[in-house]
Every structure is written in structure tokens, then in C-alpha cells.
């Protein structure tokens, strides 16, 4: 079947602009997450949501960030006011429960 | 806080030789651990996984792991590499209730033909 799928594959913006990422899970799964990917600091949590519970947002760097999930399924990403700093591949992954987690490909942001 | 150290930033190896790549953790109770593999250009893929029972797990492509709990450690290992296993590969961790995957920094994987 169909795996998470993330657009736009890639993005690059000027500093200052606001970007919206998009992830479409797993059709079916419950919970969906997204994380960052850079060089220096890895593989870092950003935010989770499960169900209709309020979303976990204790990764999220600062209060330029926030992420939707409408309708249990589609959720975005966005990040206002982008800095040098967001450059990185932003990662969406979705699970059936809350254990093992499916990727998607990633968006790689770059702000110049 | 949890956290996943992988000891091995990169690791140069020739095929058929013997792999392992270190993994340890630190969390109090009761985890689930995972390593993933990202090849290159291709996205993160789940390999294996541990959540309970036989602590030596069996993954894809001949991977295998042992749960050493007094040890709080996750091996990844295999008995004979390939060129096609070059990859970055990640360990993993949630425990408790929480949702959202610890990884370790990530270790590089050369396999030289």
C-alpha cells in the first residue's frame, strides 16, 4: 500500500517568510509525527499527535512553529518567520498505535 | 530524559566481515527500541524492532539485535555485510507513555567492495 507522502520534496525560502510542510500518512493510522533532520543536531522530535488528543508539542523549537492534523489524517507544518537556523529535512512518520513509526520521504528546507 | 548514544560515528568495513554496531540507552522502565536504516537517498526504513519477550530479535536483510537490559543496551549485528548495507544507521527508543522516538546521533556504515 501507500506509504507517508510529504510535499513539497524540497523548499527554499528567503528569511523572514512563513512555509507550510505537508504530510499525508498511512491511511488508517492513528498517530502521526513529525521530526527534524540536520546535521548537527540529528534526528529531533518536534510534535505528535494521537487521536483526537490534544497534540504533544514539547519538541517544538519555538513559537514560530506549529502543526495542524485536520480530520485525523493531513497534517502541516509551519514554520513562520524562517531562519538560517530551520534549514534542515523535515521528517513525517505515522504509526497504528503508538510504537513503531513509518517515515516519509522528507521535505529539505533550505532558508537562504 | 531519555537518551541513545551510538558509540560509532563511522564504521569502514569490507564485505563479508562481521558487523556490530553499539547502541545504549538510558531509561528507567520498560522501552521499546527500534534501529532504522537510511540508505543513501532513500528515507528512514524500520529494520527491527524490540518491545517484549525473546531479547534477540531478527530484523530484514540478516539484521539481528539482543536486548541487554542489565546492560540498557541494543546491538545491532551481522554476521557477514554487504556492499548493498551501506546506509546510516539509527537506534531508537520510547518508553512509558511516551509517543515520540529518541534516536541516537546515527552511525555511518562504509561497506567497501
Known amino acids: 500500500g501507500a506509504g507517508v507522502s510529504q510535499s513539497p520534496s524540497n523548499k527554499v525560502t528567503e528569511k523572514g517568510k512563513d512555509v507550510e510542510l505537508r504530510c499525508d500518512p498511512i491511511s488508517g493510522h492513528t498517530a502521526l509525527y513529525w521530526y527534524r533532520q540536520s546535521l548537527g543536531q540529528g534526528l529531533e522530535f518536534l510534535i505528535y499527535f494521537q487521536g483526537n488528543s490534544a497534540p504533544d508539542k514539547s519538541g517544538l523549537p519555538s513559537d514560530r512553529f506549529s502543526a495542524e492534523r485536520t480530520g485525523g489524517s493531513v497534517s502541516t507544518l509551519t514554520i513562520q518567520r524562517t531562519q538560517q537556523e530551520d534549514s534542515a529535512v523535515y521528517l513525517c512518520a505515522s504509526s497504528p498505535h503508538s510504537y513503531e513509526q513509518y517515515f516519509g520521504p522528507g521535505t529539505r528546507l533550505t532558508v537562504t | ?113
Not at chain 2, 73 to 92: G, H, I, M
Open chain 2, 1 to 113: 530524559a531519555q537518551s541513545v548514544s551510538q558509540h560509532n560515528h563511522h564504521v569502514i568495513l569490507s564485505e563479508a566481515a562481521s558487523l556490530e554496531l553499539g547502541c545504549n540507552y538510558s531509561y528507567g522502565g520498560t522501552v521499546n527500541l527500534f534501529w532504522y536504516v537510511q540508505y543513501p537517498g532513500q528515507h528512514l526504513q524500520l529494520l527491527l524492532k524490540y518491545f517484549s519477550g525473546d531479547p534477540l530479535v531478527k530484523g530484514i536483510k540478516g539484521f539481528e539485535a539482543e536486548f541487554i537490559k542489565s546492560k540498557f543496551s541494543f546491538n545491532l549485528r551481522k554476521p557477514s555485510v554487504q556492499w548493498s548495507d551501506t546506509a546510516e544507521y539509527f537506534c531508537a527508543v520510547n518508553g512509558g507513555s511516551q509517543g515520540n522516538l529518541i534516536f541516537g546521533k546515527g552511525t555511518k556504515l562504509s561497506v567497501k567492495p
